[in-house]
């Protein structure tokens, strides 16, 4: 089968390997129908941090089961699943709290491989996410819709939960990648009536709209600072949803909240430094991390998707096959594309 390699940085291939086989009884063999590239997938991309060459790629797919293991109960051949980037076994205490990508139990080695014409996912019945109803009736839109409850949406719903965001709040995102855009979408969810985007790209603050921004701040910095603060009267927003990372980012973030509101982290931090005590004299919080996919897409996203209540699949802004891995990172690197897709096998 055909699977994306990562050669070097800045450089993707797309290699013959063998194709995935049932390891444990609780494996399932995906055919992967969609997958796409991560922000995350840029810093190595990028060479900032560090991957083994050769090793194959992506944590964001959807497809169809074509075998399960003699463990497996809930899925059977031909069911659509989401597959999340996380992994969790259900019955750990980390599971059982919901938040399985702490999961105590994970396989060592973490993610690869979804972007490929078949992949091997552990703990098939509690990490896959099983799409009701005829896998074929779903439009192209809702598939892609689907494609980001693998991870990027269910992250941004992440921040906004972990933000504690309340009906009637005021809301700053920080990122206007994809999982900013999904934060957005998820502030509006929660009930956020006013939702300040830190965006400077024109094509990005556009779906922000589109998915309830109501003001867009292109500042950085001191001056993101005080244009927040002149846009609350002063006050600060009610909660905080940081979706970059970097140290600058996330530094801006805990001073842009009212006292006694909380930040929602879910950017991959890099060497980002906070100054807990300056958070203490304010009453600031800060939570989050790995955003618990399964459970909020069992819970919340997927039935949002398929009622049609949300449509985060308009984030991917360019398509590509698998042919075409390297341009899809490219587009993504260049900032030409919000999120790229691969269209891989049909459903
Ligand atoms: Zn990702
Ligand atoms: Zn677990």
Known sequence: MKAAVFVEPGRMDVREVAEPTIV??????????????????LWWFRGVSQRPRGSLTGHEAIGVIEEVGGSVRDLRPGDLVVVPFTHGCGRCAACRAGFEANCMDAEPGGNAGYQAEYMRAAKADSALVKVPGDPKSHD??????????????ATGYHAAVSAEVQPGDTVVVFGDGAVGLSGVL??????ASRIIAMSRHEDRAAIARGFGATDIVAERGDEAVARVMALTGGEGADAVLECVGSAQSIETAVRVGRPGSSVGRVGVPHDARIDVDALFWRNIGLK??????????????????LSGMIDPGRVFTAAFDLDHIQDAYEAMDERRAVKSLIDISAV
């Open 24 to 41: 444990t009884p609780d494996d399932a063999i995906v055919r992967v129908v969609k997958a796409c590239v991560c922000g995350s997938d």
């Open 186 to 191: 998820s502030a509006r969810m929660l009930g």
């Open 288 to 305: 989050g991390g790995p955003a618990s996919v399964a459970t909020y897409d069992r819970t919340v996203l997927l039935p949002a998707v």
């Open 140 to 153: 192209d839109a809702t598939l892609n819709s689907l494609l980001t409850l693998s991870d990027v949406m």
